[in-house]
C-alpha cells in the first residue's frame, strides 16, 4: 500500500505542465536520438530524487525556516524563467543550424535541468509540503517503499517525456515552433507566479 500512495501521490504531482516537464520535453524534440537528451533526464531525476528524500528526512522544512533562503530562489528562478522564455520564443526550427543550437550539449543541459528543477520554490513547497507529510505516517520498510515509488514516478515520467517530445518532432516545423511558443508563454507564467509569492 506504501507503495501505491507514493507511486499515486507522486504522479499527481509531476503530471502538470511546467518549467521542468516543458525544458526535458523540448530536449527530447530537438536531440538527434533519445540518448543524447539523457542528460537532462537525469539531472531532473537525479534532482527530484534529492529534492524527495531532503522532505521524507524533513531537512527541507528546516531549510525553508530561514525567508533569505527562499526569497534568493524565488529571484532566482524568476530571472531563469524569463531567460528560458525568451529563448524558446526565439527558436524558430528554421534550418539544421537553429535545431542544433536548442539541442543543449550535456554539460548545459545538466545545468538547465538543476536550474529548473532547484530554483523552483513552487516545487519545492510541494514536495515538502506534500510528500514530506505523506511520508510521515509511514515507518521503516514502508517509509523506504513509498519514497521509493515517489523517486520512480520521476525518472519514468521525464523518460517518457523526452520520448513524447522525440515523437512530436516528426510532427513537422510549424508544429515545434507552436510548442517552443507555448512553452515561452509557460515560462513566463511559472516566472509570475513566483513573483506573486514575494507578496
Known amino acids: 500500500m506504501a507503495f501505491i500512495h507514493g507511486f499515486i501521490l507522486a ?6 505542465l511546467g518549467a521542468q516537464n516543458v525544458f526535458i520535453f523540448n530536449q527530447g524534440a530537438v536531440q538527434r536520438n533519445l540518448l543524447r ?6 539531472a531532473a531525476g537525479l534532482s527530484d530524487t534529492l529534492l524527495i528524500l531532503l522532505a521524507v528526512l524533513g531537512v527541507s ?3 525553508f525556516q530561514f525567508h533569505f ?4 530562489l524565488i529571484l532566482a528562478g524568476m530571472a531563469f524563467l524569463i531567460y528560458m522564455g525568451i529563448s524558446m520564443w526565439r527558436s524558430q526550427e528554421d534550418d539544421a543550424g537553429s535545431r542544433e543550437q536548442q539541442a543543449f550539449p550535456p554539460r548545459k543541459q545538466v545545468m538547465f535541468a538543476l536550474s529548473v ?14 510528500i514530506g507529510v505523506n511520508a510521515v505516517q509511514y515507518t521503516g520498510v514502508d517509509r523506504v517503499l513509498f519514497t521509493s515509488a515517489t523517486i520512480l514516478v520521476s525518472f519514468v515520467w521525464f523518460v517518457f517525456l523526452a520520448v513524447a517530445g522525440k515523437m512530436m518532432r516528426r510532427l ?10 507555448v512553452s515561452a508563454v509557460i515560462m513566463w507564467a511559472s516566472a509570475v507566479y513566483l513573483g506573486a ?3
Request: hydrophobic share 60%; proline share 7%.
Open 11 to 16: 504522479l499527481g504531482l509531476i503530471l502538470p
Open 37 to 42: 537528451a539523457m542528460p537532462a533526464v537525469m
Open 117 to 130: 528543477s532547484l530554483l523552483n520554490p513552487h516545487a519545492i513547497m510541494d514536495t515538502v509540503g506534500v
Open 172 to 181: 513537422g516545423r510549424r508544429v515545434m515552433v507552436g510548442f517552443n511558443k
Open 197 to 199: 509569492q514575494l507578496w
Open 69 to 72: 533562503i527562499k526569497f534568493a
Open 61 to 63: 522544512v528546516i531549510v
